[in-house]
């Protein structure tokens, strides 16, 4: 067990460029959630996947947004035409599924838009 | 809309004594799930505690333990003879019955231990 794992770590982008991060959530976790914290604040929900189905969408979630777990395994978050209100952490986090269905987190991917 | 308060920013505390962070919550439903997450610095967020809202008995996991009010909607974390490794952001949070995982988090208070 590898725990959650995220790339890149950092990233830093021009407003109006399109990023693309990279969740590989724990093997055998049926679900993946995305987060977004922002500075002095907690987690906020995103997104989650039940395997390859994206279940749930928060309105934070705007058309710029997207987000796909192709064959329920890694998950990848893209933002396109960024801005810089986009700047944050985003969090990912899998579990198994049941009850008890604890959320273990990534480290993150730190994004600045200059 | 279901809500958390932390009403604690920061918070310190000397090694070895006891502190007892503040958790509200607001909801409707009668069934749901209660957390409290550490984020240690530059680390990734780690569960701490979690509490069924079903259950009367308050949770305890070693040196952490919960109290837990479910008619006040009060979910305070106390962390007994306190570690440097303790020093963290501590996150309250919650969800609905299994079926609706979503976390909803409060704004976290820093817990700083002093040596």
């Known amino acids: 067990d590898t725990g959650v794992s995220q790339n890149p770590r950092h990233k830093i982008t021009k407003r109006g460029q399109n990023v693309t991060f990279r969740c590989d959530p724990i093997?055998?976790?049926?679900?993946l959630y995305w987060y977004r914290q922002t500075l002095g604040q907690g987690p906020e929900f995103l997104t989650y996947f039940q395997n390859e189905a994206q279940l749930e969408k928060s309105r934070l979630l705007s058309d710029r947004f997207s987000a796909e777990r192709p064959k329920g395994s890694f998950s990848t978050l893209e933002i396109q035409r960024t801005e810089q209100g986009d700047s944050a952490m985003y969090l990912c986090a899998s579990s198994l599924g049941f009850d008890p269905d604890t959320q273990y987190f990534g480290p993150g991917t730190r994004l600045t838009v200059l | 809309a279901q809500t958390v308060t932390q009403s604690q920013p920061e918070m310190s505390v000397q090694e070895a004594e006891t502190v007892t962070l503040s958790c509200t919550y607001d909801t409707s439903e009668s069934n749901y799930y209660l957390f409290w997450y550490k984020q240690p610095p530059s680390r990734q967020m780690i569960l701490v505690i979690r509490q069924e809202a079903y259950k009367q008995q308050n949770a305890t996991e070693n040196r952490f333990s919960v109290n837990f009010q479910k008619a006040a909607k009060s979910f305070s974390l106390k962390i007994s003879d306190s570690q440097l490794g303790d020093t963290a952001m501590y996150f309250c949070?919650?969800?609905?019955?299994?079926?609706?995982?979503?976390?909803?988090f409060g704004t976290g208070t820093r817990l700083t231990i002093i040596p």
């Open positions: 093997s055998e976790h049926n679900r």
């Open positions: 949070a919650f969800h609905f019955n299994f079926g609706n995982e979503k976390l909803t």
